[in-house]
């Protein structure tokens, strides 16, 4: 997956004569606190809702504006969406600009369009249950945790990690595609892995919806 697969034109660009009474109507139609700037299709910048509230005036042009986020932060069209999601998150970015060779601007990327295809490669869509491991560094092997998997008659939709400051572990999320995971929980414990939580219907992902919060939060995700 590509950034070219995800730009959206459902959020306008800005162009430096709009003014910015004009950049804050937008901002609140569309929810987002930036909007990228073009002029003859090159690529000039962002502009954020600070940067028009911190000035003397927001009915002077958008090309009067201080602009306070680098007009750096854009990706090139072929970047992978791994590159998308750093970028967002580091500078907790609500768009991003796509642009090509010639720094022509294609469109943007919005966190909406983020979350939606995280949530396909996530398997989140799916149905399935979903198990999280603790595992410390030297002891994660994704091949032998695909074999347990597989030896329950089950398939892993999705594995991703996390880890702890505190702790030398990772936390493991994999999303299976089997809802009973009492046979699938009780192999894991058999080879020693510490079964940190389990959702596997609707009731339980409920039940345990608060004590997930706890986990990222303590994650810091």
Do not use: C
């Not at 162009?15 to 990228?36: A, H, N």
């Not at 299709?41 to 201080?66: C, F, H, K, W």
């Not at 702790?167 to 020693?192: G, H």
């Amino acid at each position: 997956m590509i950034a070219q697969e995800l730009i959206s034109d459902r959020i306008p660009n800005l162009r430096t004569s709009d003014v910015g009474e004009k950049v804050m109507d937008w901002m609140d139609e569309f929810k987002v606190r930036q909007l990228p700037i073009v002029n003859n299709r090159q690529y000039l910048g962002m502009i954020t809702e600070d940067d028009v509230l911190e000035a003397e005036s927001a009915e002077q042009p958008v090309g009067n504006y201080r602009l306070t986020l680098p007009n750096t932060l854009y990706v090139h069209f072929k970047q992978h969406i791994y590159d998308v999601v750093k970028m967002m998150a580091a500078w907790h970015l609500d768009i991003l600009p796509v642009v090509d060779d010639e720094m022509n601007y294609l469109g943007l990327i919005s966190h909406q369009d983020v979350i939606q295809h995280m949530a396909t490669v996530l398997g989140a869509t799916e149905p399935g249950g979903i198990i999280i491991l603790e595992i410390p560094h030297n002891s994660y092997s994704l091949s032998e945790i695909a074999r347990i998997v597989e030896s329950n008659d089950a398939k892993a939709l999705s594995v991703y990690l996390t880890s702890s400051p505190d702790a030398p572990a990772y936390f493991v999320t994999i999303k299976v595609n089997i809802s009973e995971l009492t046979r699938l929980v009780n192999t894991f414990e058999r080879f020693q892995y510490k079964i940190v939580m389990s959702f596997f219907d609707k009731s339980q992902l409920d039940d345990t919806q608060d004590r997930y919060n706890l986990l990222l939060r303590y994650l810091d995700l």
